[in-house]
């Protein structure tokens, strides 16, 4: 056989001349038998036979010879023997293909469409919310643009792989931008592919808590099915365009060439519609955006170990630390999502509003004065554990890492300087906590009592292990109505205004609290969650009860069972969640400092705080982190760096 890509000799002409005998090629070709599709010849119909690629074709191979790429094994196997044309077979042997040839081109379209938008979607798809309208979706991304450029030109083997990495990164792209989404709406902030793997450890036990183990399972198979989903249709989408693109490779050419000049110019000259710049590289700029953030993250934490040990009382001695406050009863407490929509939100704040002037007039009542300013915290809509700790520190948690080099260091914290002193026996009340809890160890306290040892028998509240009214009850039994020979300073984190807000407790008389078993038909009576986390007016009235619910328990305790000596200061660690709080909400929480005795609260009359349980709108606003420094110099610690 002569090698068909050289050139033949040239022979003389005659005038008739017959191909070869054995060249196929030259065959006359079998009338198509009665009934059967004959071939159209369109080029419409071209991109939707499954054909091999030209490419991979020899030159001089009949087209009904080579078995197209994406047919059915059905097809190739009914393929008669004897070379016959598969026309004349019976039709029920056939393949649905040439059964419905008008039907296999349509969902041949269809599906081809339908890829082709699942890759524009993820071309062009943004990480927040807000951003979603439909001009983004109409630009033109330039990573289309390039991808079809290499394909195009890659053998087929090579294509084929480059296309599957490519759906994958797609795909994996999509769920992170799905992830920033879910992020921003809950905490305010997108995903750290670093820091954040953790928390969906918690999320799940969130899930189990709200949910019960049987939802949290369906919801973890439901995220499973998803992520498999995501990644198998994107890579199998781009595979089937790059076949196409091969198949094509002409007007594939053609078309890229023009679509690369129409970018180019639209990006030199800045073409715009709806105010949305036409010439998109969205992806580009969200993979260098990811890396920028993951070096950022990764200088952050030797930045921050080193900030960490920098401490301006890090030398203090015990006796000159906190001389103001001695043979007080001091109690911190936390109270979970109260932030500065609680008071200023125009649903909630009515209710929560005449809660704090309500219970302002029991403290005065009862000889206590108050005063409220503004913290912003270094978290937002959860995490509840880096504003508690940033708050008591000194230093900026606002990140997992963060939180880890602190805790597993001896910084100071505004609880351990209690204990250093040597006054104070510190104690800790955390309903929240269920298992154990190293980093106990790191802020001072003598001992912690979490949710196991509190003697709770009462059901839980969604997510809350047990009601704030049963917890301070138990703290009175276990720690602050026993005799000791130092007074107390507690830490106690207040749970049932956790989300998802459903059901709330009430407030009963405080000797019914006992073991909490009362409270098992106020928990049958109250909201089911599913009914108001998902309605954003229902959400934001029954957070709004919960905010109430939890500060009249506080309050009440104070009245109820505190003393001359007694000193509260409560504060809120977060915002709650978007949902509620608002889009582009501030991330300011209410703190308040209660005390019978007035000098407590003349100490801090330069801070411009405001007088009662309710900060007023221009009353000063700090970090969180400043604070620890401001009430140890407040009430007569020496800073020894």
């Known amino acids: 056989m002569p090698d068909p890509d050289q050139a033949a000799p040239e022979e003389p002409e005659t005038p008739e001349a017959q191909p070869p005998a054995d060249n196929p090629a030259a065959e006359e070709p079998e009338a198509p038998a009665e009934g059967a599709a004959a071939p159209t010849g369109t080029e419409g119909e071209d991109d939707l036979a499954a054909d091999a690629p030209a490419e991979d074709a020899p030159a001089d191979a009949p087209a009904e010879d080579a078995p197209a790429e994406d047919a059915p094994a059905e097809d190739v196997e009914d393929a008669p023997a004897d070379g016959k044309a ?5 039709v ?18 269809t599906i081809t469409a339908l890829a082709a938008v699942l890759v524009l979607f993820a071309l062009l798809m943004p990480n927040d919310p807000d951003r979603f309208r439909p001009a983004v979706f109409a630009r033109l991304p330039v990573e289309a643009i390039f991808g079809a450029a290499v394909l195009i030109v890659l053998p087929k083997t090579l294509r084929l792989v480059t296309a599957a990495l490519a759906g994958l990164a797609l795909g994996a792209l999509t769920l992170l931008n799905l992830l920033d989404i879910g992020f921003n709406e809950f905490l305010g902030r997108g995903f750290n592919v670093v820091l954040d793997w953790i928390l969906f450890d918690d999320a799940q036990s969130y899930l189990e808590d709200s949910m019960g183990r049987a939802g949290a399972i369906a919801v973890v198979i439901a995220v499973v099915v998803l992520v498999l989903a995501v990644l198998v249709l994107m890579i199998l989408s781009v595979v089937r365009l790059a076949n196409l693109l091969a198949r094509h490779s002409g007007r594939a050419t053609r078309a890229t060439l023009v679509a690369g000049t129409v970018w180019v110019a639209c990006s030199a000259i800045g073409v715009q519609f709806a105010g949305v710049q036409f010439a998109a590289r969205s992806t580009a700029g969200a993979v260098q955006n990811r890396v920028d953030r993951v070096q950022a993250t990764l200088k952050d934490e030797a930045e921050f ?18 001389t103001d406050l001695r043979g007080k009863d001091v109690i911190f407490s936390f109270i979970e999502s109260y932030g500065r929509s609680a008071i200023e939100d125009p649903v909630t704040a009515p209710g929560v509003d005449a809660t704090l002037t309500d219970k302002t007039e029991a403290l005065t009542k009862a000889g206590y004065a108050a005063k409220s300013g503004w913290l912003t915290s270094a978290t937002y809509g959860g995490s509840s554990w880096l504003g508690h700790s940033t708050f008591l520190s000194g230093l900026w948690i606002s990140n997992q890492a963060r939180y880890r080099t602190v805790t597993a260091g001896d910084h100071l914290t505004l609880t351990g300087a209690f204990e250093r002193t040597g006054a104070w026996r510190t104690v800790g009340i955390m309903p929240g906590v269920q298992k154990s809890w ?26 809350s292990t047990m009601p704030d009214q049963y917890a301070l009850s138990a703290f009175e039994r276990l720690e602050h109505g026993k005799k000791h020979d130092k007074p107390l300073m507690s830490e106690i984190i207040l749970t049932s205004s956790h989300q998802p807000w459903a059901p709330i407790p009430r407030t009963i008389p405080w000797d019914e609290v006992g073991d909490g078993s009362v409270y098992k038909d106020i928990e049958k009576e109250g909201k089911r969650a599913s009914d108001v986390f998902y309605d954003s007016t229902k959400v934001k009235e029954e957070y709004g009860k919960s905010i109430e619910y939890s500060v009249t328990s506080l309050i009440d305790y104070v009245v109820k069972y505190g003393n001359k000596n007694t000193v509260l200061v409560f504060l809120g660690d977060h915002q709650p969640l978007a949902r509620v709080s608002g889009d582009k909400a501030d991330w300011d929480v209410p703190i308040s400092i209660v005390a019978r005795d007035k000098s407590v609260l003349d100490k801090i009359d330069d801070w411009g705080w405001t007088e009662g349980l309710k900060p007023g709108p221009k009353a000063p606003v700090w970090r969180m982190d400043s604070f620890r420094d401001r009430f140890l110099t407040a009430y007569g610690s020496t800073p020894r760096p």
Do not use: C, M
């Open 92 to 109: 029920a042997r056939r393949g649905w293909r040439a059964r419905h040839p008008v039907a296999a081109r349509n969902v041949a379209h």
């Open 86 to 90: 598969a026309s004349e077979e019976p």
């Open 305 to 322: 170990a080193r900030e960490a040990r920098r401490d301006t009382f890090a030398r203090t001695p015990g006796d000159q630390l906190l």
């Open 438 to 463: 190293p980093e106990g160890k790191f802020y001072g306290l003598d001992n912690i009592y979490d949710s196991r040892e509190l003697g709770y028998q009462g059901p839980k509240f969604s997510w």
